[in-house]
């Protein structure tokens, strides 16, 4: 086996890859064919393409248009953006790696997000739509009042946005691109970067569904086949759970665990206290993890408001809820197979081999998933998989981008300046997505120097700490009237204090390589991060409660169609709201304008001469690529922010067919939690 000292999973050190064994203690790899590489500009070309007919094809001059695509989605493309959105590069690398690493367990997560779906579309969306809202931190600003919490929620998630789930994907990613292509690290990221950032910023959220339905294609078709190629190694998946209890490195110490595989490795439910997933944090802090993720983070709650109807947005998540069954198949299972085939690589016991394999004395069960696609599969399908991980990024990208936009226009821009006209929030809207991929490349010097054998259990930590109390108030706000805007802050910050100490703590005293006694304090070592995250969420819940039984209620007007109970309530009186205009008189008067403007352009257009010409179609090229061609929309935005209230209407026959999909899609949930337990 020829040792490609040229590939970033290969470290060479001062001791020689002979002294360690086995040549399978270096890693090697082929290199993309011809064929490989038109697979991947094929892919690319398609998804500019698609990306530039959702410019095209949708309104992208208003707010509403580009932030929510018009809100004329069908359940279809908005469960493929959904799951699309969730299943990054670093999911593939992370769930296969963990996989390799402790057996099944891993895919809780994904099946936790199958009923926390469940529970966006038939619980919150509801009080969403009611509320006439567009993001989370905006539901906060209506129903408690005041500016502070909608304010700190907004800038936690922009950060939260650029230093985890932007880093997690253009990691993985890298890894990818550059073990394939052997690219610089800067010119492939880069150039993924602008590929997505332009038609993100051209397009709005409808290029961004539209790309993100054909990525899920691309990333099922290419994963699906890799697990064929894999299982078939194996001899299926009886053949893998006698082999993998088998996939021990020949460097190891006999005399410890570190290596060997864990007893329980095909079951959820592990051991309560030594093991990276404890049943009670599998069963109930998931859960929290996964309600503040799927029903409260704006990257998908955007996609859900996006729906025509209520009952394609219920669609939707039931569509995504079901191609979360697929991930326990197309990565968890083959970051399993990839250790069966490759132990000394992939299950590397001690520091030395580790660092050489790939750089991380911790472990190397990161390369999992881009070791089976490089050696398993024959040319052309390694191009094809290459275009997953890359679909994969992309779309977790774009779902960022246009969700962090959103964010920080409509929840901090908005409100620093309320009177701001919707011109101003569309230049801003592009503007922010420029500067997220530019602290995107910034941050990839610190990508290279961090561990990426830790990053993704590095990451649900993090959330553990930081998103619970989010969560807490964000349901108690939802579906407890007594509950007023003293006790959500106190709860917040109350939260926020303490899952920033025990992060600080985690910082302190480092985890211990395998096989070295846990000397850290035992409110570090005893308390998985997944029951602390039970801990916070109790915190929270408890000054909520007292301070809200301590204060005065909110009066009935300041709930009003805000949570679960008067989501049905009567809308106040239009003739009380002096700021709230009729919106179809909005739009008829915004297409006269339109009209007349067109008309008046192309008078002038005929007065000018020919180098004023072309430099008039130049802006209006450029104007009409950012959706902002109109000038009518100098009008005050504040006077037509409510044109985002939806109907919760129910056609009945179709509602009765959607009630029976729910109830399959919790029996699902329910079989594969009950066969692997």
């Known amino acids: 086996m020829k040792t490609n000292t040229d590939s970033p999973l290969f470290r060479p050190d001062k001791t020689s890859?002979?002294?360690?064994?086995?040549?399978?203690?270096?890693?090697?790899?082929?290199?993309?064919?011809?064929?490989?590489?038109?697979?991947?500009?094929?892919?690319?070309?398609?998804?500019?393409?698609?990306?530039?007919?959702?410019m095209y094809r949708t309104k992208r001059s208003t707010v509403k248009g580009y932030f929510l695509a018009g809100r004329s989605m069908t359940w279809w493309p908005i469960g493929a953006s959904l799951f699309a959105s969730n299943v990054g590069s670093g999911h593939f690398i992370g769930l296969a790696g963990s996989g390799a690493s402790t057996g099944i367990a891993v895919s809780v997560y994904e099946w936790s997000g199958m009923y926390a779906l469940m529970l966006l579309g038939w619980l919150f969306l509801p009080i969403y739509i009611a509320a006439g809202v567009t993001t989370m931190p905006e539901y906060l600003l209506k129903r408690f009042g005041g500016q502070r919490i909608h304010f700190l929620i907004a800038m936690l998630s922009l950060f939260a946005y650029i230093f985890t789930k932007i880093s997690v994907d253009i990691y993985a990613g890298a890894v990818f691109i550059h073990l394939g292509l052997q690219w610089d690290l800067y010119v492939a990221v880069i150039g993924l970067l602008f590929i997505t950032a332009v038609y993100t910023v051209g397009g709005g959220l409808a290029a961004v569904i539209y790309t993100d339905t054909l990525q899920t294609v691309i990333m099922l078709s290419g994963s699906l086949i890799l697990m064929i190629f894999a299982f078939i190694q194996v001899d299926g998946y009886s053949g893998l759970k006698k082999k993998y209890f088998m996939a021990i490195p020949m460097i190891h110490d006999?005399?410890?665990?570190?290596?060997?595989?864990?007893?329980?490795?095909?079951?959820i439910f592990q051991d309560p206290v030594n093991s990276d997933f404890p049943w009670p944090g599998v069963i109930f802090g998931i859960t929290v993890l996964s309600t503040w993720y799927w029903c409260t983070d704006q990257v998908i709650v955007q996609r859900a408001l996006a729906a025509k109807t209520i009952l394609h947005a219920k669609g939707g998540t039931l569509f995504a809820a079901y191609l979360k069954v697929l991930p326990i198949f197309i990565m968890v299972f083959p970051g399993m197979?990839?250790?069966?085939?490759?132990?000394?690589?992939?299950?590397?016991?001690?520091?030395?081999?580790?660092?050489?394999?790939?750089?991380n004395p911790a472990g190397c069960t990161d390369i999992a998933y881009p070791l089976l696609v490089m050696e398993l599969l024959p040319g052309g399908l390694r191009g094809l998989m290459m275009s997953v991980m890359i679909a994969a990024l992309m779309s977790s990208l774009t779902s960022i981008f246009n969700s962090a936009s959103t964010l920080f226009t409509m929840d901090v821009w908005h409100h620093i300046r309320p009177h701001c006209s919707e011109w101003e929030l569309m230049i801003v809207g592009r503007v922010v997505v420029l500067i997220l991929v530019v602290v995107s490349v910034l941050w990839i010097p610190l990508l290279q120097m961090s561990q990426g054998g830790q990053l993704f259990m590095y990451i649900q930590s993090i959330t553990s700490y930081l998103t619970p109390p989010i969560a807490v108030v964000f349901i108690v706000?939802?579906?407890?009237?007594?509950?007023?805007?003293?006790?959500?802050?106190?709860?917040?910050?109350?939260?926020?204090?303490?899952?920033?100490?025990?992060?600080?703590?985690?910082?302190?005293?480092?985890t211990?390589?395998?096989?070295?006694?846990?000397?850290?304090?035992?409110?570090?070592?005893?308390?998985?991060?997944?029951?602390?995250?039970?801990?916070?969420?109790?915190?929270?819940?408890?000054?909520?409660?007292?301070?809200?039984?301590?204060?005065?209620?909110?009066?009935?007007?300041?709930?009003?169609?805000?949570?679960?109970?008067?989501?049905?309530?009567?809308?106040?009186?239009?003739?009380?709201?002096?700021?709230?205009?009729?919106?179809?008189?909005?739009?008829?008067?915004?297409?006269?304008?339109?009209?007349?403007?067109?008309?008046?352009?192309?008078?002038?257009?005929?007065?000018?001469?020919?180098?004023?010409?072309?430099?008039?179609?130049?802006?209006?090229?450029?104007?009409?690529?950012?959706?902002?061609?109109?000038?009518?929309?100098?009008?005050?935005?504040?006077?037509?922010?409510?044109?985002?209230?939806?109907?919760?209407?129910?056609?009945?026959?179709?509602?009765?067919?959607?009630?029976?999909?729910?109830?399959?899609?919790?029996?699902?949930?329910?079989?594969?939690?009950?066969?692997?337990?």
């Open 17 to 54: 890859a002979s002294s360690l064994g086995p040549e399978e203690c270096v890693i090697s790899h082929r290199k993309l064919t011809a064929v490989d590489i038109a697979v991947l500009s094929v892919y690319i070309i398609v998804v500019l393409l698609v990306g530039f007919w959702a």
């Open 254 to 267: 006999p005399n410890s665990t570190c290596g060997l595989p864990r007893e329980d490795s095909f079951h």
């Open 337 to 359: 197979i990839s250790r069966v085939l490759y132990p000394n690589l992939v299950a590397c016991a001690d520091t030395t081999t580790c660092r050489r394999v790939c750089g």
């Open 477 to 510: 706000g939802c579906f407890w009237k007594r509950a007023n805007e003293k006790a959500a802050f106190w709860g917040l910050a109350a939260g926020f204090v303490v899952g920033i100490i025990r992060m600080i703590l985690d910082f302190v005293f480092v």
């Open 512 to 677: 211990p390589p395998c096989g070295h006694p846990d000397t850290r304090p035992s409110v570090i070592g005893k308390v998985h991060f997944l029951h602390f995250s039970l801990i916070l969420s109790l915190i929270t819940l408890i000054v909520v409660v007292t301070i809200s039984l301590f204060t005065k209620p909110p009066t009935p007007e300041q709930i009003n169609r805000l949570t679960w109970y008067t989501r049905h309530a009567s809308p106040p009186p239009k003739d009380s709201q002096e700021d709230v205009v009729d919106v179809e008189e909005t739009y008829k008067a915004q297409e006269e304008a339109a009209a007349e403007q067109a008309k008046t352009e192309e008078a002038a257009d005929t007065s000018i001469s020919g180098k004023q010409i072309i430099k008039t179609k130049g802006l209006r090229f450029l104007m009409w690529f950012c959706g902002m061609e109109r000038k009518q929309m100098d009008t005050d935005f504040s006077k037509t922010e409510h044109i985002y209230i939806a109907s919760l209407y129910e056609e009945p026959r179709l509602r009765y067919v959607v009630n029976a999909n729910l109830v399959i899609c919790l029996g699902a949930t329910l079989f594969l939690y009950c066969y692997f337990a």
